[in-house]
């Protein structure tokens, strides 16, 4: 007997900062975070042409190249963790997620608990968490999903994460325990 136990993600942490220590961007800001590592596919992000700022969270041995390409346009952090991460996306509008080989996506469960919409590819990952046209926007068309995005409810990303919470993972595991005698 399988059972699916969703992943879950700590939406005690995970929550939107509206005291943000750092220096407000020009808004809408749209924000890329995970690894610069080209499965990940970051550079169809950075050569996205969106108003406002482009905020690319994440490091790897491609940030100098990436960098140097696209820095003009885009505006690079680093890798972030915690609080801080916490902060930078608290000033983020839309999450978009250029990625076509995930399996789940841990970071589109963490932008939609800061209440982040989600713009995304319509494949495995996103499409089995993100209900398009409620908390993000599934399609071929990054720059059309991410504007789209902009219109959609943080309160309803928020809500779409706690359904799962790590408390919700627990008990889906627990549920599915099966003891012999």
């Not at 900062?17 to 924000?31: G, H, I, Q, R």
């Not at 680093?78 to 983020?92: M, N």
Request: charged fraction near 25%; include cysteine; proline fraction near 7%.
């Amino acid at each position: 007997n399988v059972v699916i136990v969703p992943l879950g993600v700590d939406v005690n942490h995970f929550v939107r900062n509206p005291a943000s220590p750092l220096p407000p961007l020009p808004k809408p800001v749209f924000v890329y975070f995970s690894r610069l590592d080209p499965e990940k596919g970051p550079e169809e992000f950075l050569k996205l042409e969106l108003p406002g700022t482009k905020l690319v969270i994440g490091d790897s041995l491609d940030r100098a190249r990436l960098e140097a390409l696209y820095g003009a346009t885009n505006k690079f952090v680093g890798f972030k963790k915690g609080q801080e991460l916490v902060d930078w996306l608290s000033l983020c509008d839309v999450f978009v997620f250029p990625s076509r080989t995930e399996t789940f996506g841990l970071v589109s469960l963490e932008a939609l608990a800061c209440g982040i919409p989600v713009a995304a590819h319509d494949v495995m990952g996103p499409r089995d968490i993100i209900t398009h046209g409620k908390d993000g926007y599934l399609s071929d068309d990054l720059h059309e999903a991410a504007l789209e995005c902009l219109e959609l409810s943080r309160e309803d990303c928020r809500a779409k994460a706690l359904q799962y919470s790590w408390e919700h993972s627990a008990d889906a595991f627990i549920k599915n325990l099966f003891f012999t005698v």
